[in-house]
């Protein structure tokens, strides 16, 4: 602990009296129930997997598999080939509460709560077999046993009696290693009729999770390997950085408590520069305005996600920003970290920071949208709808002065005009702004039409049958490459000389 933040625990409260320490006291131990609370922390099973990997990557494991009975549904066990842990160790790990007082800089772990509170939230049996130095000890927690028995009784198995236990070879055949398994797992399947395809499921949502969580760990220097039933995570980098159009800000160093701690912001980019796999992402589709905010590290584990912190607001216009904040474990007390590692609130000086730096960050991905809005300046383009404010509200019509529309109510008559006039009226009033709203909330790409020559040539030659085209090529071009759908049409001058020429009664002065 950094000595700015002993200060800050060794400062007494103002007014706080100085205690007496020589009163008498009794020791008031805790009821065997508590092992039964204990499950009601909130994990979910994504959260409560990845404190058992925390636990793995601490203990220098390079490659972590994760086995679930996907057809029984009667255990899920998680190995790895790290250290492993003494006996004297590991007895330590399962009490509870243990000691966290000589954690490294580059631990993961938080409370010494970890093992206990993930695997018990899942499952009423916790079984530790541990490896190291040629020393196997192999541990159980067994909630209804210690119900029955009212003691805090920690099951110690024989080598027999362990071999019945899912990847145990696997574990026997390595140097060290830990192997952590649990059954019973009343309160991750609950009343599932097919407890297989459900922990199934189950598994499969924890897996995209663990990708999130741990991605800097499966792809960075000194990588890990973490499989789900067999298939390796592929890490999933929500800054896309992969992606050339992803915007990177110059990182930017601060000072909390005398620790470092560096924010990099990251500006994703529109849909239409993302590749289909990516476009497939939820996160970077449906699920990206609940995405975008901070993401915080902790010794490079994703422990905080789409969060402005009060700073900012969830919008359409900033939802392509993200910024990373990479913290020590060092400052953990400051961000108010909880038990399960998933949420984390930082402290003032860091608020105060960023309400300084944040509004440039969020321009830019706004600009990311609205450069591709049309501009009110660009009003020379004839359009073929005009967009309104209407009491604040905007609302998409049909341009009537559209060339082609003058042209065809000039050619019909007013029976026939007054039904035109009906349908347009019917094309502005349902106008599927909302729809489009929604697809393009979700990040779906707005289809654009590619130019259609063929249908440009025959709406040239009703112009020009109308004579609305003129006598000069030049002259009807500059005139059309204002109006759409012609200005979207390539070599339009060419395509106008062909309609000309083709046009019996017209000659190109």
């Known amino acids: 602990m950094s000595e700015a933040i002993s200060k800050v625990f060794s400062k007494s409260p103002p007014g706080d009296q100085k205690r007496d320490l020589n009163l008498q006291d009794e020791i008031v131990e805790p009821g065997v129930d508590l092992l039964e609370s204990m499950r009601s922390v909130g994990y979910s099973l994504d959260a409560a997997l990845a404190d058992l990997i925390d636990n793995s990557i601490t203990a220098d494991a390079k490659t972590i598999d994760i086995d679930a009975d996907v057809v029984d549904g009667s255990f899920v066990a998680i190995l790895d080939d790290g250290t492993g842990m003494s006996p004297t160790r590991a007895r330590e790990a399962l009490r509870l509460a243990g000691s966290v007082d000589s954690r490294s800089t580059a631990d993961l772990g938080r409370f010494g709560l970890g093992l206990k509170t ?190 402005w912190f009060g700073l900012a607001s969830r919008s359409e216009l900033t939802k392509q920003t993200r910024i990373q904040v990479d913290l020590p474990n060092t400052v953990d007390s400051l961000w108010q970290l909880d038990i399960k590692k998933s949420r984390a609130e930082p402290p003032a000086s860091f608020k105060a920071h960023l309400k300084r730096i944040i509004d440039p960050l969020l321009d830019k991905g706004r600009r990311v949208h609205t450069y591709r809005g049309r501009k009110t300046s660009e009003a020379e383009i004839v359009r073929g709808w005009n967009k309104l404010d209407v009491r604040g509200n905007v609302q998409y019509v049909v341009n009537e002065d559209h060339p082609l529309l003058v042209l065809l109510k000039s050619r019909i008559g ?96």
């Open 118 to 307: 993930a695997s018990l939230s899942q499952a009423r049996c916790l079984t530790v077999v541990t490896k190291s130095d040629g020393v196997t000890t192999a541990l159980r927690w067994d909630i209804d046993h210690v119900r029955e028995s009212r003691q805090w009784s920690l099951l110690v198995l024989s080598e027999p009696e362990i071999q019945g236990l899912p990847l145990v070879s696997a574990l026997q055949s390595q140097q060290s290693g830990t192997l952590v398994v649990w059954e019973y797992l009343d309160l991750l399947i609950g009343d599932a009729a097919d407890r297989g395809a459900f922990l199934r499921e189950r598994v499969l949502d924890a897996a995209g999770a663990l990708a999130l969580v741990f991605h800097r760990f499966l792809a960075g220097p000194g990588r890990i390997v973490i499989r789900v039933n067999g298939a390796k995570l592929s890490p999933i980098d929500p800054f896309v950085t992969s992606n050339t159009r992803t915007q990177i800000s110059p990182t930017d160093e601060l000072t909390i408590a005398g620790e470092k701690v560096s924010v990099t912001a990251y500006t994703l980019p529109h849909p239409s520069g993302m590749t289909p796999a990516e476009r497939a992402r939820t996160d970077l589709s449906t699920g990206m305005r609940e995405a975008q905010g901070f993401y915080i590290y902790r010794n490079q584990r994703l422990i905080s996600r789409g969060n």
């Open 414 to 509: 007013e029976e026939e005009r007054d039904l035109l006039e009906s349908v347009i009226g019917l094309l502005s009033d349902t106008y599927p702004t909302h729809d489009l709203y929604a697809e393009m909330a979700a990040s779906k790409v707005a289809g654009v039409a590619l130019p259609d020559i063929d249908g440009a040539r025959v709406k040239l030659q009703l112009l020009q049958d109308a004579g609305m085209l003129g006598t000069s090529a030049e002259e009807a071009t500059a005139r059309l490459v204002e109006i759409e759908p012609f200005n979207a049409v390539p070599d339009l001058l060419e395509l106008i000389r062909a309609v000309m020429m083709e046009s019996p009664d017209a000659t190109e002065s």
